[in-house]
């Protein structure tokens, strides 16, 4: 495995994605949906943490996304499973299919 040389943060992998981040972040949220040290938490202060997503991560998540989509049924069951904020869940489902 190569060294881990740089790090995007969410809100620019969702840009890059074109994804919702709420919906990214509530993904990433539980460590175990993405391999171990995929998910990077980088400290810009006492209080002050932003996450961030290495290549690797990027692409496991990019892929899991492009799986669910299938089919609306496989998406609505990935979100259910996979986010546990029903009003984001709601939203999500609500807006229309890619």
């Given at each position: 495995?190569?060294?881990?040389?740089?790090?995007?943060?969410v809100d620019y992998v969702a840009r890059m994605l074109g994804e919702d981040v709420e919906l990214l972040e509530a993904i990433?949220?539980?460590?175990d949906n993405l391999t171990y040290g995929n998910i990077v938490s980088v400290y810009?202060?006492?209080?002050e943490t932003v996450t961030a997503l290495t290549d690797d991560g990027i692409a496991e998540l990019k892929d899991m996304i492009?799986?669910?989509?299938?089919?609306?049924?496989?998406?609505?069951?990935f979100l259910d499973d996979f986010v546990d904020d029903v009003d984001l869940v709601t939203r999500i489902k609500a807006q229309s299919p890619r």
């Amino acid at each position: 495995m190569a060294a881990v040389t740089h790090v995007c943060t969410v809100d620019y992998v969702a840009r890059m994605l074109g994804e919702d981040v709420e919906l990214l972040e509530a993904i990433i949220s539980n460590e175990d949906n993405l391999t171990y040290g995929n998910i990077v938490s980088v400290y810009a202060g006492a209080d002050e943490t932003v996450t961030a997503l290495t290549d690797d991560g990027i692409a496991e998540l990019k892929d899991m996304i492009r799986d669910a989509r299938i089919t609306t049924k496989t998406w609505h069951e990935f979100l259910d499973d996979f986010v546990d904020d029903v009003d984001l869940v709601t939203r999500i489902k609500a807006q229309s299919p890619r």
